[in-house]
């Protein structure tokens, strides 16, 4: 189907208007411009359609968890640190602590004592006395530098210095790092390593962070089985419910596998309105009119309002999206691929905000296609490829196979997906596309 020029000029429009939504606040976009365009023309676009759904969804409550439960999860509150870091000036060398006073030139100076990390100073050091020191001891009072071990001779008990030391040199200056009451980590921040370093160094041993996602699934079709329970002809498994459960688990969420809901209104409505108390309610399947109508015919009983059933995508144009309150409902098409890829595209970045991720969508990457691409200009393609790279440099994308939605096995070999603008018509080989990368840390460099 192809859109004609003011179609796209008020989908464009589309981007750029509405609001966020507060929980508790229904409806506020019913009147909204957006609101309006939307259901005179009922499908938005690939960017358009990204943006109202992250309109429409808030960011969740936060708890307080252990830090390890904290990891890649996202700070509700600034963390500030109880005390200067590092606590005192300590030594950054393996050396001699010494007064710079003392060491204008070559000079030889007597080792008054030891001092290991751990270790408290003997005491001050006078005039023509070093102390041997160990990498983070505190600084000796009188010492205001370090003479490391490989620029000192050793003549017994006494040290001979080959050159100047200046004041300062090889020392960490007490609060350098972090003053006391400085916020050290910023609310927003995604925690990893690096954060857990800073709050184990202050001993902070839990941390409030967004919570995360409960999102419910549920399946929808008559021919659907459980994997694992015995199927007969005709049926096939129900294998949506668990990979879209792998993806939101990999996105962050907690999934809440609801099972599978027959053509039958009052067990479909039980089911939804279970869905209904999580954070988010993902369905799949459905997608003949008659299927459909009966998920959203019931959704619009549980007061659950539609805010687009289509998106002018290829694949992945029966993706509907509702609302109660902020509680977002997408209901996803029902071929595995479609339901991964519309996944991806819609509900993924949904899940993250809602998790208080400021950045939820996948970086792009810049790619030459490698043989040409044939496409009907008019909306949206997602195209599964495969990336590599040139001698070089230059990132390549090629097909990573037969791109029907039958067919899994391009999905598994693809390592990302390049998204085709609308307007796009057939690509020749050599020219650009931008592809998200699928593989975490892929960087095309790898066999
Ligand atoms: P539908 O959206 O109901 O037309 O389904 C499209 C295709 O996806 C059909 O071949 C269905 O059998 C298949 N399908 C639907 N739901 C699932 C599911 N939960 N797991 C695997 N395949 C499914
Ligand atoms: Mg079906």
Same mark, same amino acid.
């Given at each position: 189907?192809?859109?004609?020029?003011?179609?796209?000029?008020?989908?464009?429009?589309?981007?750029?208007?509405?609001?966020?939504?507060?929980?508790?606040?229904?409806?506020?976009?019913?009147?909204?411009?957006?609101?309006?365009?939307?259901?005179?023309?009922?499908?938005?676009?690939?960017?358009?359609?990204?943006?109202?759904?992250?309109?429409?969804?808030?960011?969740?409550?936060?708890?307080?968890?252990?830090?390890?439960?904290?990891?890649?999860?996202?700070?509700?509150?600034?963390?500030?640190?109880?005390?200067?870091?590092?606590?005192?000036?300590?030594?950054?060398?393996?050396?001699?602590?010494?007064?710079?006073?003392?060491?204008?030139?070559?000079?030889?100076?007597?080792?008054?004592?030891?001092?290991?990390?751990?270790?408290?100073?003997?005491?001050?050091?006078?005039?023509?006395?070093?102390?041997?020191?160990?990498?983070?001891?505190?600084?000796?009072?009188?010492?205001?530098?370090?003479?490391? @071990?490989?620029?000192?001779?050793?003549?017994?008990?006494?040290?001979?210095?080959?050159?100047?030391?200046?004041?300062?040199?090889?020392?960490?200056?007490?609060?350098?790092?972090?003053?006391?009451?400085?916020?050290?980590?910023?609310?927003?921040?995604?925690?990893?390593?690096?954060?857990?370093?800073?709050?184990?160094?202050?001993?902070?041993?839990?941390?409030?962070?967004?919570?995360?996602?409960?999102?419910?699934?549920?399946?929808?079709?008559?021919?659907?089985?459980?994997?694992?329970?015995?199927?007969?002809?005709?049926?096939?498994?129900?294998?949506?419910?668990?990979?879209?459960?792998?993806?939101?688990?990999?996105?962050?969420?907690?999934?809440?596998?609801?099972?599978?809901?027959?053509?039958?209104?009052?067990?479909?409505?039980?089911?939804?309105?279970?869905?209904?108390?999580?954070?988010?309610?993902?369905?799949?399947?459905?997608?003949?009119?008659?299927?459909?109508?009966?998920?959203?015919?019931?959704?619009?009983?549980?007061?659950?309002?539609?805010?687009?059933?289509?998106?002018?995508?290829?694949?992945?144009?029966?993706?509907?999206?509702?609302?109660?309150?902020?509680?977002?409902?997408?209901?996803?098409?029902?071929?595995?691929?479609?339901?991964?890829?519309?996944?991806?595209?819609?509900?993924?970045?949904?899940?993250?905000?809602?998790?208080?991720?400021?950045?939820?969508?996948?970086?792009?990457?810049?790619?030459?296609?490698?043989?040409?691409?044939?496409?009907?200009?008019?909306?949206?393609?997602?195209?599964?490829?495969?990336?590599?790279?040139?001698?070089?440099?230059?990132?390549?994308?090629?097909?990573?196979?037969?791109?029907?939605?039958?067919? @899994?096995?391009?999905?598994?070999?693809?390592?990302?997906?390049?998204?085709?603008?609308?307007?796009?018509?057939?690509?020749?080989?050599?020219?650009?596309?931008?592809?998200?990368?699928?593989?975490?840390?892929?960087?095309?460099?790898?066999?």
């Amino acid at each position: 189907m192809q859109r004609t020029t003011m179609s796209s000029s008020a989908e464009r429009q589309n981007v750029s208007i509405g609001g966020p939504i507060t929980r508790g606040l229904p409806g506020r976009l019913d009147t909204s411009l957006a609101s309006r365009l939307l259901h005179y023309r009922g499908m938005p676009g690939y960017e358009a359609a990204r943006k109202i759904i992250l309109e429409h969804v808030a960011v969740l409550p936060s708890e307080t968890v252990p830090v390890l439960s904290a990891v890649n999860r996202v700070l509700a509150s600034d963390v500030t640190v109880p005390w200067d870091m590092p606590r005192w000036d300590n030594s950054a060398m393996d050396g001699f602590a010494v007064r710079s006073a003392d060491c204008t030139g070559p000079v030889r100076l007597r080792v008054m004592g030891y001092l290991p990390a751990g270790g408290l100073p003997p005491g001050p050091i006078r005039p023509g006395e070093a102390i041997r020191i160990m990498t983070g001891a505190p600084l000796p009072p009188g010492a205001d530098a370090i003479a490391p @071990l490989e620029d000192v001779q050793e003549e017994g008990d006494a040290i001979q210095l080959r050159s100047a030391v200046k004041p300062g040199t090889h020392v960490r200056r007490q609060g350098e790092d972090f003053r006391a009451g400085e916020p050290a980590l910023r609310a927003g921040t995604v925690v990893g390593p690096g954060e857990v370093s800073l709050l184990a160094s202050v001993s902070q041993l839990a941390v409030p962070v967004v919570r995360r996602a409960r999102v419910a699934i549920l399946s929808t079709g008559d021919e659907l089985v459980e994997p694992g329970e015995p199927i007969g002809p005709g049926q096939i498994y129900n294998s949506n419910a668990l990979a879209v459960a792998a993806a939101v688990l990999q996105a962050g969420g907690e999934p809440i596998n609801l099972g599978i809901a027959r053509d039958d209104r009052p067990a479909l409505r039980a089911l939804l309105e279970k869905g209904l108390t999580a954070d988010a309610l993902v369905t799949s399947a459905g997608v003949s009119m008659g299927d459909r109508d009966l998920v959203r015919a019931v959704l619009e009983e549980l007061s659950v309002r539609q805010v687009f059933w289509k998106v002018d995508i290829k694949p992945g144009r029966p993706t509907a999206f509702a609302v109660r309150g902020s509680t977002p409902v997408f209901s996803l098409p029902g071929n595995p691929v479609s339901t991964l890829l519309t996944f991806e595209q819609f509900v993924r970045p949904a899940l993250l905000r809602m998790m208080g991720h400021r950045h939820v969508f996948r970086p792009l990457l810049r790619a030459l296609l490698k043989e040409g691409l044939t496409k009907a200009p008019g909306r949206v393609n997602l195209a599964r490829v495969r990336l590599s790279r040139r001698d070089d440099g230059v990132l390549l994308a090629s097909t990573a196979g037969n791109q029907e939605t039958g067919i @899994l096995k391009t999905l598994l070999r693809a390592d990302g997906i390049a998204i085709i603008p609308a307007e796009q018509g057939t690509l020749e080989a050599g020219q650009p596309v931008s592809v998200q990368v699928l593989r975490p840390g892929f960087d095309g460099l790898e066999a």
